[in-house]
């Protein structure tokens, strides 16, 4: 269970899931994502290599560029499903309250 938390707390962080958005549609260098997301590089790079280091991410050096590319597209069902689940829990709250009301 531990590995499991671990893993989990890698999409924890807002700023990294705007990188692995930005990566939703392909690999992309570090100028492209700062692009996309509007971090800094220093930020964009930090969580690039956190997410290489969980395994979520590869790296693929190419001449004097390096690309990152999501190495499992399920990922983004993952948070896609962490959404609707959080999504739901809030209706719930909302239906709660407007019933107390």
Do not use: C, W
Not at 66 to 74: A, M, R, S, T
């Amino acid at each position: 269970m531990e590995h499991l938390a671990e893993y989990f707390k890698v999409f924890s962080e807002p700023n990294r899931l705007a990188v692995l958005e930005a990566l939703r549609q392909g690999p992309l260098n570090v100028t492209a994502v700062v692009e996309k997301t509007g971090l800094s590089q220093a930020l964009v790079s930090k969580h690039l290599k956190l997410l290489t280091i969980a395994g979520v991410v590869k790296r693929q050096p190419e001449g004097s560029l390096v690309f990152y590319e999501v190495i499992d597209k399920g990922v983004f069902k993952l948070v896609g499903q962490a959404e609707k689940l959080l999504l739901d829990a809030r209706r719930q709250q909302l239906d709660a309250l407007a019933a107390i009301l």
